[in-house]
């Protein structure tokens, strides 16, 4: 497939650009640094098209007509979750870019959205349930779901939404808690600093998120929402002592030094079932 993609030098991006190119596919990269783009291990392998998609409208080129699909993975200011401009200033950037694609005929977007959007609701999180999102990055995702649906209604496109769930691997926010804790490991540190880690989550591998994307995008038949998960709860805690054990470190935990984030229930996860039926069948 010839693919357009968004934030491709991000996180899960570089990964999924990586796989798709050995699985043969053509990318185009929409990038705000062309330069960024060169320093990937990919980059003299796409196309690039250089424009910040969050700054202003741009004329593009006719060849986006050209492409069979949009990978939308871009989003500025995270892990900053409950600013007030992932609504007043990301949302409506995005939904003036996307805007652009569909006018320019693009007929087949995905969008990644996230699992923050079923909000504070505890247990196994399914497509069908009602969301109810509570801070402004997860209002943002909703309500771009929301405008895409309805555009849908104006003009014919495919329209693939994946929930992303927790992903971790080589290139994440260095934040991150698994981030934080192999730094730790690797300055000899004798203590990491962490919550109770009773959470129940739900973790995959970046590799898999994106080998997932690309089966997904591969599904011609398939519209709508779509959980990228596990489908398998883990505690925070068993998941910090896997990675200690694996690089037999003696690092000690200083459980509850901070606080359960309040804007996250304690212990949610995805439904597999979707996922397993349309992409891992």
């Not at 590799?207 to 690309?214: F, G, K, M, P, W």
Request: proline share 4%; charged share 20%.
């Amino acid at each position: 497939m010839k693919l357009l993609v968004t934030g491709a030098t991000g996180f899960i991006g570089n990964h999924l650009v990586a796989q798709a190119l050995r699985q043969g596919h053509e990318i185009t990269v929409i990038a705000r640094d062309k330069t960024a783009v060169l320093k990937a291990d990919w980059g003299k392998q796409v196309a690039i098209i250089e424009a910040d998609i969050e700054q202003s409208a741009m004329q593009w080129p006719d060849s986006i007509a050209s492409h069979d699909a949009l990978i939308h993975l871009a989003w500025s200011g995270l892990p900053n979750y409950q600013a007030n401009f992932h609504l007043d200033q990301v949302l409506p950037a995005h939904k003036q870019f996307l805007q652009s694609m569909i006018e320019a005929e693009i007929k087949h977007i995905l969008v990644t959205g996230t699992c923050l959007e079923y909000g504070k609701q505890e247990g196994q999180l399914t497509e069908s349930m009602q969301v109810f999102p509570d801070i402004p990055y997860a209002q943002a995702k909703e309500q771009l779901r929301q405008w895409l649906v309805s555009m849908q209604k104006q003009q014919f496109f495919k329209l693939q939404w994946c929930r992303l769930f927790y992903t971790y691997g080589s290139g994440q926010n260095p934040k991150s808690l698994l981030s934080q804790l192999e730094k730790a490991i690797e300055n000899g540190d004798p203590f990491f600093n962490m919550s109770g880690g009773e959470q129940l989550r739900d973790y995959l591998p970046v590799e898999v998120v994106a080998q997932y994307l690309l089966k997904v995008l591969e599904r011609q038949d398939f519209n709508g929402i779509l959980n990228i998960c596990s489908g398998q709860p883990i505690t925070i805690l068993d998941l910090v002592k896997q990675l200690i054990n694996e690089r037999q470190s003696k690092i000690k935990l200083n459980l509850g030094y901070y606080p359960y984030p309040d804007y996250e229930a304690m212990a949610f996860w995805g439904d597999a079932k979707k996922l397993k039926k349309w992409v891992t069948s």
